[in-house]
């Protein structure tokens, strides 16, 4: 079965940069992308980004591009989301999730596994 785990959160002051990390357990070939999602206190789940495990193609929300960074390192099986420039808004429980296809990327109802989350905290 997949797992994932984040790992990276905290407290940020505004304007610094924050690097999330994810581990992924038990991937197997159906495992064909990973993504970022992320949820403010009060408000729905929101898409960021999401990477192709092969190809390591990305996808990002309108939002995020450009202040976002999506990678994976295939030997050790982890995703990394690297935000910029954070402001309070940022904070949020983020979080990651594996999905058997890359088609509709932003759409988390695709996704079939989930971590737990990590909280970030922007402090001004």
């Known amino acids: 079965q997949v797992q994932l785990a984040e790992s990276g959160g905290g407290l940020v002051q505004a304007g610094g940069s924050l690097r999330l990390s994810c581990v992924v357990s038990?991937?197997?070939?159906?495992?064909?992308?990973v993504g970022w999602f992320r949820q403010a206190p009060g408000k729905e789940r929101e898409f960021l980004a999401a990477i192709g495990w092969s190809l390591g193609n990305t996808y990002y929300a309108d939002p995020q591009k450009g202040r976002s960074t999506i990678s994976r390192d295939a030997a050790k099986d982890t995703v990394d989301l690297e935000l910029n420039n954070v402001k309070p808004e940022d904070t949020a429980v983020y979080y990651c999730?594996?999905?058997?296809?890359?088609?509709?990327?932003?759409?988390?109802?695709?996704?079939?596994?989930w971590g737990q989350g990590t909280q970030v905290t922007v402090s001004t």
């Open positions: 999730a594996a999905d058997k296809t890359f088609y509709l990327p932003r759409l988390e109802t695709t996704y079939d596994y």
């Open positions: 038990g991937r197997d070939s159906t495992t064909n992308a």
